[in-house]
């Protein structure tokens, strides 16, 4: 059973807007670090957006920085990933995560994908110049 869904992705030209969502079901009391990766092929898969629930965001890749935002939802537990001002350099697959991470741990520097124990399936975004 899926705990993890990712939904959203698609093709956009430079400029353009996605947003991502994560349907997530699972322990979010014990699993409070979240967070959107993406992995482009032949690269290593590396942090986009992360967030505590409850503190908001921890850390944010520098080169997205003023062009996305991450946001969860408590009500409908799906967490988001706002993309504004594409670039073909974010062209990826992005998927969602969630870790047991303590707040301190939660920040670039800190966490390691294995961290993450729950992982979805990712899903395409493709920006075209």
């Known amino acids: 059973q899926a705990q993890l869904v990712e939904s959203g992705g698609g093709s956009v030209q430079t400029g353009g807007s996605l947003r991502l969502s994560c349907e997530v079901s699972?322990?979010?009391?014990?699993?409070?670090?979240l967070g959107w990766f993406r992995q482009e092929p032949g690269k290593d898969r590396e942090g986009v957006e992360i967030?505590?629930?409850?503190?908001?965001?921890?850390d944010e890749l520098p080169s997205v920085k003023g062009r996305f935002s991450i946001s969860h939802d408590n009500a409908k537990n799906t967490v988001y990933l706002q993309m504004n001002s594409l670039k073909p350099e974010d062209t990826a697959i992005y998927y969602c995560?969630?870790?047991?991470?303590?707040?301190?741990?939660?920040?670039?520097?800190?966490?390691?994908?294995?961290?993450?124990?729950?992982w979805g399936q990712g899903t395409q975004v493709t920006v075209s110049s």
């Open positions: 699972i322990d979010t009391d014990s699993n409070k670090c």
């Open positions: 967030l505590y629930i409850g503190l908001g965001t921890m």
């Open positions: 995560a969630a870790g047991p991470l303590a707040t301190p741990f939660c920040r670039r520097g800190y966490w390691r994908l294995g961290d993450f124990t729950f």
